[in-house]
């Protein structure tokens, strides 16, 4: 689960990691408000507006803009509050601004010498361990300098055993070139950093830009934050932290079902039980010629109304011509299944497009006619290959 920067924020000043201070604002108004506070308890005079969404290259993208005074600060708030944000991650629709953040400005007007660090810390598989990336590099998207300047990435592995050690910390402030008193805080800074890591059982932090000043603090600049949907139980205070606004509605109404669904480009919805046969059934549509319109996984115990709500989140998406079901018949029959195609089919009433079934496993046969005998416009299929070719030729009549 992503969270949004001012969140991140949050999380890492309570383990004493120093951040740069902001109040989150969703009016212009608001945001004047925020930006005189921050002078009362920072002194800071400029002000950062800074978009909130869940995505990064906010910047490029003209999501973070400095205010000189107050008049700008609504100005710039007014501007991006509302706005239709593209980044490189956004994908080119962008993506809509429903909150700013008023940041105090830390780049010190007149300061000569800020530096810009990057630091991250998540699970390398591979290793099984933890791995602190830093990079002299800050600001700049991490992807370009792995890409072009790998010699600057510079990692270190966390044994979970003993967790991180001083000396690794030192190391990190030693490559970063530091010394003296911004040395001892970069220590500190990754330190309580990692502790963050750990305690929220996230997947990842990223820190873009780092910060020292020319008086030599370190502080975080940006707070990228993914924690762990799996770990979320155990922390419900994190878990309200979830903003459904910046998800894909039919995911968010999918979870609400405990269905696994992805919205894909394509022109095939297909509903289909365990990730690993969803993925060979979309891997056959494409053979087939079409482009799956999502994935969604139903889990093992498909039954009426876990294949009614799937229907109905295929068929929001108006990009459908025709749904494949492939579901294999282990824990759950067939039969019990085609009477949850049927039963559902006739729930929701009038479905356009096309409908072909594939039952394979315990009852298959008995699925097959349940299917076959409902009268409604659903192709039965008992091979994948047949599925395929049935695909097919309803896209070439579609
Ligand atoms: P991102 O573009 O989504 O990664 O957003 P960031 O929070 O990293 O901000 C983008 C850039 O805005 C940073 O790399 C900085 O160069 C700039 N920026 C952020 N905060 C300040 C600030 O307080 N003062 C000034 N002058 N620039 C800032
Ligand atoms: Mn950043």
């Not at 022109?267 to 319109?293: F, H, Q, R, W, Y």
Request: net charge negative.
């Amino acid at each position: 689960m992503n969270i949004h920067e001012y969140q991140a924020k949050d999380i890492l000043k309570r383990y004493g990691v120093r951040i740069q201070e902001g109040i989150v604002a969703e009016t212009p108004e608001e945001a004047v408000a925020a930006a005189k506070r921050l002078t009362e308890e920072t002194g800071t005079g400029w002000h950062v507006i800074k978009a909130q969404i869940h995505a990064g290259g906010r910047g490029k993208g003209g999501g973070v803009k400095l205010a000189k005074n107050l008049e700008q600060v609504k100005e710039l708030a007014g501007q991006i509050i509302g706005m239709q944000l593209v980044t490189h991650q956004t994908g080119p629709e962008g993506k809509k601004v429903n909150k700013v953040l008023v940041a105090q400005d830390v780049y010190y007007p007149g300061d000569s010498e800020p530096k810009e660090f990057y630091l991250s810390i998540l699970l390398d598989r591979a290793k099984g361990q933890n791995v602190i990336m830093a990079s002299t590099e800050g600001g700049m998207d991490i992807e370009e300098v792995a890409e072009h300047t790998p010699d600057k990435i510079f990692k270190e592995w966390i044994d979970p055993a003993v967790g991180l050690q001083g000396f690794q910390a030192r190391k990190i402030a030693f490559a970063f070139g530091l010394e003296g008193e911004a040395f001892k805080e970069m220590v500190k800074f990754v330190t309580n950093l990692y502790k963050a890591y750990l305690d929220t059982d996230a997947s990842m932090f990223e820190i873009n830009p780092v910060l020292k000043t020319s008086d030599n603090k370190i502080l975080a600049v940006d707070g990228k934050v993914d924690l762990d949907d799996n770990a979320l139980f155990r922390h419900k205070d994190l878990a309200d932290l979830r903003d459904l606004a910046e998800e894909d509605p039919l995911e968010v109404e999918a979870s609400k079902s405990n269905l696994n669904y992805v919205k894909l480009d394509g022109n095939v919805g297909c509903m289909v039980n365990g990730a690993g046969l969803a993925m060979a059934t979309m891997d056959i549509i494409k053979l087939s010629g079409g482009e799956p319109a999502n994935f969604l996984d139903v889990g093992g115990g498909a039954n009426a109304q876990t294949v009614e709500a799937g229907f109905r989140l295929i068929l929001q998406d108006p990009n459908v011509k025709a749904i494949l079901i492939n579901i294999f018949g282990g824990i759950v029959r067939c039969d019990r299944v085609a009477n949850g195609v049927v039963e559902a089919y006739k729930n929701i009433g009038t479905i356009n497009v096309p409908i072909i079934v594939r039952l394979q496993g315990t009852n298959a046969e008995e699925g097959a006619r349940i299917i076959d005998e409902s009268g409604l416009k659903v192709f039965s299929a008992v091979a994948l290959k047949e599925a395929a070719q049935k695909v097919k030729d309803v896209l070439a009549t579609a």
